[in-house]
């Protein structure tokens, strides 16, 4: 092998190499990505178990977003007043790379802690190619917006 072809080996092999490793990363992102897709259609999306119909006056102590929706305090930072909490759970599927998380979020009346509805998705978070200077790409099934909307649609203010 002459010196020209070994200076052109260790130029490329570099470029292969990253390449391969790109190959790699974004293979195993489309295969988590998948499987975040058949764990959402197994399970995830939205659950209610029971819708309730209230009037602001009655309770006093709720707070409303800016466009009227129920504000439901975590069941951490909830006063003994709040009627309504909202409790999350994360479990870690599969750690390192990527993050592969499961989230379910309940409503719960707090005068018997029956819970009102669930939401349950699957997230994928990281997985790529390792360059330093960008954020880690992420994967969430289903859409996201409409699915909160649903969730905490278990109450409807009476009069507005």
Avoid at 142 to 150: F, H, L, R, V, Y
């Amino acid at each position: 092998m002459g010196v020209g072809k070994a200076i052109k080996w260790i130029l490329l092999l570099p470029l292969i190499l990253a390449g391969l490793g790109i190959a790699y990363c974004e293979a195993n992102k489309a295969y988590w990505d998948h499987r975040v897709r058949e764990l959402c259609k197994k399970d995830g999306g939205v659950t209610v178990f029971e819708q309730l119909e209230i009037a602001k006056v009655d309770y006093p102590t709720l707070k409303y977003s800016s466009f009227g929706a129920v504000i439901f305090p975590s069941e951490r930072n909830a006063k003994p007043s709040d009627p309504f909490i909202t409790e999350f759970n994360s479990k870690s599927l599969h750690e390192g790379f990527p993050d592969v998380i499961r989230f379910e979020q309940s409503i719960i009346r707090s005068a018997d802690r029956k819970k009102l509805s669930k939401l349950i998705s699957y997230s994928r978070r990281g997985g790529d190619f390792p360059t330093g200077i960008s954020h880690p790409s992420s994967f969430t099934c289903g859409d996201e917006e409409s699915e909160i909307n649903k969730f905490t649609s278990v109450v409807v203010l009476k009069g507005v």
